[in-house]
């Protein structure tokens, strides 16, 4: 009986897990919700759209909530020590590149604390579940719109969250060991603040480049800007895994993609480039389970009328210099 409900868990999961399957979505053998245990007391909902639809799409949101029988109080101002449940449905208007268009790129994000293993047991605000759409453009989107949107995000969320709840009672966490292992010695001889403040270069404290796997891709040009991106890394004296077929958890990709942005917005690409930090993350309210956690990223999203090689030479620049900066702040102890 029990290996036909986790097979069942297993089926639903490719449907919660949202218009573009994540690893966010699913921890440790791949089904098991990161929701799993998710106390919603602890999680304050945001809603980031047209100003004029805000208040409707919170109360839509939370109707669905208590039609699924899920009692749901959350308070809509900044709180410490709430994770927050993130809807993003807000278009972007492209007046100048594409009138009377919009950019849109909707998500719904759990936003919470992990804990990296190697930074002393800090943990740092990340994603711990997700669902998203990718970017494309619209025209003007109707109040309906929203709220299909709005449905299958927040539908999506519920059956992840009940899956969760389902599965607590074989994966809550140990009350007596708050930490795993290697993890609660290095939190314990650290004595690191229960809550403060997170930087911009935090995700790379305590950084050992010899143990990430450094990779980059930008279509036809891929090897010219990976071996470009390589050689501006070992010039600031950063060596990361020389072994391009060794196996670790912690991976930086540089990514340089585009792709038409058709009859929306004839003859104009939608570019994307990112430098993201990958790594595996305990859930600090759960720590039996861990998530593919982007520690690190930076991106832009742009449309163009075409990307050059000089576009993608001088993203690349830009993206492995912010990573430089980044570490060095982090690491100074590393700076030669």
Same mark, same amino acid.
């Given at each position: +009986?029990? *290996?036909?409900?986790?097979?069942?868990?297993? $089926?639903?999961?490719?449907?919660?897990?949202?218009?573009?399957?994540?690893?966010?979505?699913?921890?440790?053998?791949?089904?098991?919700?990161?929701?799993?245990?998710?106390?919603?007391?602890?999680?304050?909902?945001? =809603?980031?759209?047209?100003?004029?639809?805000?208040?409707?799409?919170? !109360?839509?949101?939370?109707?669905?909530? &208590?039609? *699924?029988?899920?009692?749901? !109080?959350?308070?809509?101002?900044?709180?410490?020590?709430?994770?927050?449940?993130?809807?993003?449905?807000?278009?972007?208007?492209?007046?100048? =590149?594409?009138?009377?268009?919009?950019?849109?790129?909707? +998500?719904?994000?759990?936003?919470?604390?992990?804990?990296?293993?190697?930074?002393?047991?800090?943990?740092?605000?990340?994603?711990?579940?997700?669902?998203? &759409?990718?970017?494309?453009? $619209?025209?003007?989107?109707?109040?309906?719109?929203?709220?299909?949107?709005?449905?299958?995000?927040?539908?999506?969320?519920? =059956?992840?969250?009940?899956?969760?709840?389902? *599965?607590?009672?074989?994966?809550?966490?140990?009350?007596?060991?708050?930490?795993?292992?290697?993890?609660? #010695?290095?939190?314990?001889?650290?004595?690191?603040?229960?809550?403060? /403040?997170?930087?911009?270069? /935090?995700?790379?404290?305590?950084?050992?480049?010899?143990?990430?796997?450094?990779?980059?891709?930008?279509?036809?040009?891929? !090897?010219?800007?990976?071996?470009?991106?390589?050689?501006?890394?070992?010039? &600031? !004296?950063?060596?990361?895994?020389?072994?391009?077929?060794?196996?670790?958890?912690?991976?930086?990709?540089?990514?340089?993609?585009?792709?038409?942005?058709?009859?929306?917005?004839?003859?104009?690409?939608?570019?994307?480039?990112?430098?993201?930090?990958?790594?595996?993350?305990?859930?600090?309210?759960?720590?039996?389970?861990?998530?593919?956690?982007?520690?690190?990223?930076?991106?832009?999203?742009?449309?163009? #009328?075409?990307?050059?090689?000089?576009?993608?030479? *001088?993203?690349?620049?830009?993206?492995?210099?912010?990573?430089?900066?980044?570490?060095?702040?982090?690491?100074? #102890?590393?700076?030669?």
């Amino acid at each position: +009986m029990k *290996a036909c409900i986790w097979s069942i868990l297993i $089926i639903l999961s490719v449907w919660a897990s949202g218009f573009n399957d994540t690893l966010e979505s699913w921890a440790g053998n791949g089904s098991v919700p990161t929701t799993t245990g998710l106390d919603l007391d602890t999680v304050r909902f945001q =809603v980031i759209s047209p100003p004029e639809l805000e208040d409707h799409l919170y !109360n839509r949101a939370l109707n669905h909530f &208590a039609k *699924a029988g899920i009692s749901w !109080n959350s308070p809509r101002s900044s709180t410490k020590k709430k994770a927050v449940l993130q809807l993003m449905l807000k278009p972007d208007p492209m007046a100048k =590149v594409c009138p009377g268009k919009f950019l849109y790129e909707p +998500m719904l994000v759990l936003r919470d604390k992990v804990i990296v293993s190697r930074n002393g047991g800090k943990d740092i605000e990340n994603q711990t579940w997700s669902s998203q &759409a990718p970017p494309h453009i $619209i025209p003007a989107r109707t109040s309906k719109e929203f709220d299909s949107d709005l449905d299958e995000f927040i539908q999506k969320f519920i =059956v992840n969250y009940q899956l969760g709840q389902a *599965a607590y009672s074989e994966f809550a966490p140990d009350p007596q060991v708050p930490l795993s292992g290697h993890v609660k #010695d290095m939190a314990l001889s650290t004595k690191i603040p229960e809550e403060h /403040e997170t930087n911009a270069h /935090e995700g790379l404290e305590r950084l050992n480049l010899s143990k990430v796997k450094f990779s980059g891709w930008a279509g036809r040009y891929t !090897n010219q800007i990976d071996s470009r991106a390589r050689k501006q890394l070992e010039r &600031a !004296n950063l060596q990361f895994i020389s072994n391009p077929d060794s196996h670790t958890s912690r991976t930086l990709r540089l990514s340089l993609s585009s792709w038409p942005a058709r009859e929306e917005c004839p003859n104009k690409v939608l570019y994307e480039a990112s430098l993201v930090l990958t790594e595996r993350a305990q859930i600090k309210r759960n720590p039996k389970l861990y998530v593919w956690s982007d520690t690190w990223s930076r991106r832009k999203l742009t449309v163009l #009328d075409a990307v050059s090689l000089e576009q993608l030479k *001088a993203d690349q620049e830009d993206l492995i210099a912010d990573f430089i900066l980044s570490y060095r702040t982090a690491n100074p #102890d590393k700076t030669p």
